[in-house]
């Protein structure tokens, strides 16, 4: 297309909006992806132009500029983005070209070869898990590799040593060689669910008027320890190997590997906060808001909390406990003599489910966003060592190894800002 400008007047009666589409696209295809976003902002037009899969890669990013202290920030332009998850420090993303890793310290991306389409991404505690529709894939973050493939309909549980199946007649756990370590006809009961660490195996088994909760030592291939109650719920096991667990929503319970010994308390885990425990302590929660810190060694409780508020979060760190309450006040407690150590007003407009997956904390520093800015809070002195400037009012909080990642997804731009905090 060739247009003859022969005089001022006729130059100002040209319109860009007049302009084709295949020319706009061709004369776009010449712009950088940061030019390509701020020309969207011109008018409809462009906007609708700029947005061409043609222009955009499937996945395209650039390290756009130094910020704070030389602290960089990633953007990633996914026109066809499916969906993202971030664990640790790799953030995991589905585009139409199927499953990408990428470490959040900018790290070059990998592309996982999958023998299956994907549906659905997230994380497991030794992995990232990607669903298809009859399959399941285990794949290492590391280097992108699958680790192990599942029939999705028949496994029940796994995790790094162990795994659970349906068979025939049996529920089978075995290694992931194929190793069976033990085979449970189902005439035992129906499989409800199971938690693991190291060598201890804990499961419940459903029969007609109760449940079974069996406790099993993987290296010496024996049973610990069973009990029968109407209900369990909020099954885990420790990284000390304590077993928790509750019995009607109504008691408490942990089997004590250490010491072979059970103790119950008139209290519950909490729901989602049944894996809040340190080496030595682990929470129990009561109907009238009061919470116990107890501990692993001899079930003695060692503190009751008495928070006037409703509780929206609760988390331990060490011999600290942390605590957020519905008028919005953050506090940090000391475990022992159970006196408040600091207290802080949060954004009254925060909502409890920004807070439920309250702490995040690396290098006994905990990082939350208040009134437009990121505080910094040293659990051991209990103060305020730093605040950050926050750009990202949506953006989500992620730290690991000394480091804060600030997340937003937009449109189909997601910016990671990453600094050091010492």
Known sequence: ???????????????WSNLPDELCLKIFSFLSWQDLENVAKVCELWRRVSQDVTLWPSYFRLLTGILHNSDPTLHMHMPNLKQFCIFSNHIAYLSPKGCSLMPLDLGDE?????????????????????????????????????????????ILFFNKEIMIEADEASWEISTFSGEIILSIPKKEGDFVEAACCKNTLAFILQKQDCQILHVYDL?????????????????????????????????????????????????????????????????????????????????????VFEPQ???ISAA???????????????????????????????????????????????????????????????????KIVRELESHEEQSDLFMNDGTLHEIRLESNSLAIRSRKFF
């Open 110 to 154: 990998k592309d996982v070869e999958l023998p299956f389409p994907v549906k659905r991404l997230r994380w497991h505690p030794n992995g990232l898990l990607a669903d298809g529709n009859e399959k399941v894939a285990l794949i290492n973050p590391a280097n992108a590799e699958v680790m192990k493939e599942f029939d999705g309909e028949k």
């Open 316 to 382: 331990m760190w060490e011999n600290r406990l942390i605590l957020y309450t519905a008028d919005h006040i953050l506090s940090i407690w000391d475990v022992k003599s159970g006196k408040l150590l600091f207290s802080l007003l949060i954004n009254v407009q925060s909502t409890k489910e920004e807070f439920k997956r309250l702490p995040n904390i690396s290098h006994n520093i905990l990082a939350l966003k208040r009134e437009g800015a990121i505080v910094l809070i040293d659990l051991l002195e209990a």
């Open 1 to 15: 297309m060739i247009i003859d400008v022969t005089s001022r007047q006729e130059a100002r009666r040209l319109d």
């Open 309 to 311: 508020i409703e509780i």
């Open 219 to 303: 290296a010496n291939r024996e049973m610990l320890w069973e009990k029968q109650a109407e209900r369990f719920s909020n099954l885990a096991v420790t990284d000390h190997e304590n077993v928790l667990f509750e019995i009607s929503k109504k008691f408490c319970g942990v089997y004590s590997l250490k010491r072979e010994m059970v103790f119950m308390y008139h209290a519950t885990l909490g729901g989602d906060w049944a894996s809040q425990s340190t080496d030595d302590y682990f929470l129990c929660f009561t109907n009238d808001n009061k919470i116990r810190v107890c501990s692993f060694d001899n079930g003695a409780i060692i503190h």
